[in-house]
């Protein structure tokens, strides 16, 4: 099974870039330290938090439509649908589920119970 980094998507909306061209189909690729790190050093997020995600998503989207790259001018023009879509599959596919198959004692139900993160 090979290892997945990147993530294909289609913005429900998509980006209008100032020719009017509309890009849509885009990568995602999944986040590391250093992604979630840097952003908090930025004067704008430190002044307003809610940029933060801005700033992670314009490191973390390798492509989208045809633009040359993925600047924070390119995320804070999304329209909001497209930005809350982006930030949920953000957060599904950096997300570590620890999940473990687990059998009920007293009435042999099987299910799957999910474990808490490191640190909650």
Request: proline share 2%; net charge negative; charged share 30%.
């Amino acid at each position: 099974m090979e290892f997945k980094t990147e993530y294909e998507f289609i913005l429900p909306r998509g980006y209008v870039d100032s020719d009017g061209t509309v890009h849509r189909e885009g990568v995602m690729r999944l986040a590391n330290a250093k992604d979630e790190i840097v952003p908090l050093n930025d004067l704008r997020v430190q002044r307003n938090r809610a940029y933060l995600i801005i700033v992670l998503l314009s490191r973390v989207m390798t492509h989208l439509g045809t633009l040359q790259e993925v600047s924070t001018g390119v995320v804070e023009n999304l329209f909001a649908g497209d930005l809350r879509f982006l930030e949920e599959m953000y957060n599904r596919i950096n997300e570590d589920e620890a999940m473990v198959r687990v059998t009920c004692p007293e009435c042999g139900h099987a299910h799957s119970k999910e474990f808490g993160r490191l640190g909650e």
